[in-house]
Structures are given as C-alpha cells and as structure tokens.
C-alpha cells in the first residue's frame, strides 16, 4: 500500500523522499487531488497553503492538483486519472462523515487497492485508524497526531495487527511494507 500517515504533511526531508520515492513518474507529471475538506476551523484553515506547499515543492505543478472538497460526488474516470490523494488536517468526524455521506469511501479504498498514493494528514492520517466510527479501516489500532516527542512512537517495524496505540510526533510518519506498519 502506498499511504504515509502523518501528523504535519511532508514536513521533514526524510518524509519528503519517502513520499517522491513512492511517485511512479516524474514529479511534474505527476496529478494530485488536495483535499482540504476536514479544515473547518481557523487554525485548520490557516494551515492549508503549508499543505499545499508540501505537493509544490516536491516538483507536483499546480496546474496538476485538483482541489476537491467533497460537496459533490467526484466521477470514477477522473479520480482514476490521478496518481496522488493528499488530505488535509482538522476535524476528523467531518472528513470521515463527507467521505461517507459522498460514497468517496469505496473510490478511496479502490484508488488504494490499485496501488495509487495517498497522504494523510493529521485528520487526514485519522480517519484509518481504528478508534473511530466508520473507520477506513486500514490500522487495526488507534492513532494519536501531534504527540510529544517523549511519548512518540519508537522508529521500527510493527505488525499490521497491532493493538496498541500509535503515537506520533510532527516529525514521524507511518507507511506500510510487507504486512508491516513501519514508524520513521
């Protein structure tokens, strides 16, 4: 599966390479759809250019990224036109609920299981996890974002059916290779 689970985005170096690593072509052909919808608070809001940012400046042109705030249904054919799947940070619920009141939830998972990218952010990390109600279903164990570097999680390799909590810090991010969950 090509998802990275984040709690800031693109934020280090190294979470940059993992993600232009996972790129199956040339940064700037690459099409990416930003979705922004969990943003619904001022403080969410004001972090959505940082976000946006972290697309540009791994060479994704602007003219490629499709902004889609899930009011509307979006057609089979054109999400399958794009290689990447970022979701913004903020509220949790509402991303979860507009992803499942839209019947986005089955063309997320499809755009998944065919080996497309996706990155999450925050709420957008989230909404896998399996302490929330209508889960993506993706974790098997819960997700804590922003965490403390005392308490985040330690770098390493993990099993997909882990139970316990993860915890991580705006500089970490999980990915998953081999039946694994990989924490870096």
Excluded: W
Excluded at 134 to 147: E, M
Aim: net charge negative; aromatic share 8%.
């Amino acid at each position: 599966m090509n998802i990275l689970l984040t709690s800031c985005g693109l934020e280090t170096k190294r979470i940059e390479k993992l993600f232009t690593d996972m790129l199956p072509k040339f940064s700037s052909e690459i099409r990416a759809i930003f979705i922004p919808t969990a943003a619904n608070s001022p403080d969410a809001i004001d972090v959505l250019p940082k976000c946006l940012n972290d697309l540009l400046k791994c060479g994704i042109m602007r003219e490629n990224i499709l902004v889609y705030d899930l009011h509307d249904e979006i057609e089979t054919d054109i999400l399958n036109s794009y290689d990447v799947i970022y979701l913004c940070g903020g509220n949790p619920d509402y991303l979860l609920k507009r992803i499942n009141e839209k019947s986005f939830r089955k063309q997320l998972l499809e755009f998944i299981s065919s080996g497309k990218i996706v990155i999450g952010v925050s709420a957008g990390s989230i909404i896998f996890a399996n302490d929330m109600l209508d889960n993506l279903g993706l974790l098997k164990c819960g997700l804590d974002v922003h965490c403390n570097d005392a308490i985040c999680e330690k770098t390493g390799r993990y099993a997909m059916d882990r139970q316990e909590r993860i915890k991580l810090s705006n500089t970490q991010a999980l990915y998953f290779e081999d039946d694994n969950i990989i924490v870096f």
